[in-house]
């Protein structure tokens, strides 16, 4: 048995060698894999990655707007992310006058850079291990309820002492499922303009069908710059703002990377979820994603449908389209992953050794119950966690009516101390008033109700009964009995989708509204809605939910101490972490190899001249008939995409893809239709990031967007000794030109 168990692990050693590395590590924490990470090419040490008393690379990697990652790749504050990741700001500056999203956008001079309200870019300063201090006055004992409450209250100390005297902010983040505590203490700058982003046929070439998908010749990118006041400090979004001096920038390599160079990705992984027990994968599997991929086939058919045929919607519902279908097409490939590796089995397997360890252990009063006490757990919870995922899929996926409507509730509900007070209630018309404007800019009522008209169904299909709102139950009986005919009533009657009607109805707005908006039908099927949320679906679900933490942060607990040999790192929370791995290509499927790089000859050969997806604008067309790649070529060719078998995850969005000396070589943008499970089970021979060639994307802004001005900014460099015959463009004089 022992015998066979050393060879298990020199089969995992040999893997992790020869493969990705497993794992999104804590940066405060590199010191652990810092010797593993110069062994396979990196050059610097944990600190020049990560440290507080000086500057290092975590002082150009940015969370933007809070969900993606960008770098700072100038000294001027500029900042580059994907796209995908500045694609909602394109879409609120594009019109059918200025089709951004359709021409692409690049500010030529400071002043054209475009303001973005609301939008934040926010730096780390600090990564502390506050464990011990979280868990003061906590033992074994402790009530649960009496556990979080202490939690919450030394978090709010601690916050509050470490930023006392600054302008930070801090938040205490639970790890390993609350067995760890850290404190991420930040910088964050409001005022982040928009500076460049490419055509749409370029940024998001290959559209849908490509998306999530290798190989892949998509320029996902778009750039930003940070604005700070005078003193360099954060300051609200203003005209007299200067560029931010950033306490790092990253160098940028022209000479790329081979395959079997090092390589890491630095930035801000949303969620994954690796140690699950077999109860919830089989519900994501099985239950989970096909609901929710059924909803989403479903209101992608109607949008598709009518952004095809009209430029207006098309501009309207690019983003909303993109946030639908992303998740959709990547809950697809989750399944077919997670099936391909038996992955439900696998994990079956491991809770039987699990339980084996616990006895050979003696540790049956510590972990013996808690596999059980999940079972039925999540047996009880299935039921709500159904109706509260169709609740999300509905009412942020759904029909657009529902969180419009939802705007007013407050002013329904509180009409009466409102209008005792002038000042507060015209604030708040005047707030309905803007949302108002804001919503119907995007909005078109026939596309909506299509939408109404195919999920409701399916919502009412999916939900029990008794979590139903009362209209889409008995209640439907008033509107012929049909969903089509609550439609109707909805949509050519409601104020909730109508802007001059909602218009008349604010202008002089009364308590003879706030009747008219609760006899309104889309306000009570929103209403209905909460309702059946709040009353009688998150109760239970919270307090099941509270049972399943424990239960987890005890599994969680269990598996480090009793599977030592497995890499055990933390999942991902949003939380900065760095994966290292290399450039490399996959063999995915038999017979099937995939090279680790595309090129701009592949792209043409994807060009599919007026197509929704694969058109090309001519200019690059032009470009490449000319071989005209300057000084971003590689041997002649003009590499445009690469992957790497770097562990990211959502959230890692626009994260740089760094060589061994910390310059940056690409532009992490998504994952390869292999890996789209490893949100939950990686897979090291399968799973690899894509990028964007950080040379394609310069190409495209100096040669295609003629923006040189940008280059300029930033900082070229080449690899100390050339390893390879690199093509080098004659008119190159410096490597800023
Ligand atoms: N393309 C991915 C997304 O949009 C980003 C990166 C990833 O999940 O690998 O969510």
Redesign the pocket.
Known sequence: MFKHFFCFLICLSFLNFSHAKEGMWIPALLKAVEGDMQTMGLQLSAEDIYAINQSSLKDAIVHFGGGCTAEVISNEGLILT?H?CGYSQIQSHSSLENDYLKDGFWAMSKEDELQNPGLTATFIVEIRDVTSKILKGIDETTPEGDRNKIIEENSKVLELAATKDNHYEAKVRAFYYGNEFYMIITETFEDVRLVGAPPSSIGKFGGDTD??VWPRHTGDFSMFRIYSGEDGLPAAPNENNVPLKPKHSLPINLDGVEEGEFTMVYGF??RTEQYLSSFAVDYVMNTSNPNKIEMRTASLGVIDAAMEKSDKIRIQYAAKQSRIS??WK?WKGQNFGLEKLDALNEKKAFEKEFMKRVSEKGLRSEYGEILKNLEGQYEEIFTYQIARDYFIEYVFYGPEFVRFANRFSSIVDQYEALSSEPEKFEEEIAKLKRATESHFKNYNRTVDQKIFNVLTPLYKKGVADSFEPEIFNDGLAKYRGTVQGLGQAIYNKSFFVDQERMNNLLENFNAGSVKKIKKDPAYKVMRGLFAGYYDKIRPRYGDLQNQIDVNMRKYMEGQRKLFPERPNWADANSTLRLTYGKAEGSEPVDAVVYKFYTTMDGVMNKYIPGDKEFDLPQKLVNLWEEKDYGQYADNGELRVCFTGSNH??????GSPCLNGRGELVGL????SWES?MS?IRFAPELCR??MVDIRYVLFIVDKFAGADHLIHEMNLVRNPEPKRDTFMDPTMQSLNR
């Open positions: 994907n995908h998306n999530w992984p949303g992303n998740a990547k990211t995850s959502g959230g890692n969005s992490n943008f998504d994952r789209t949100d990031n894509i």
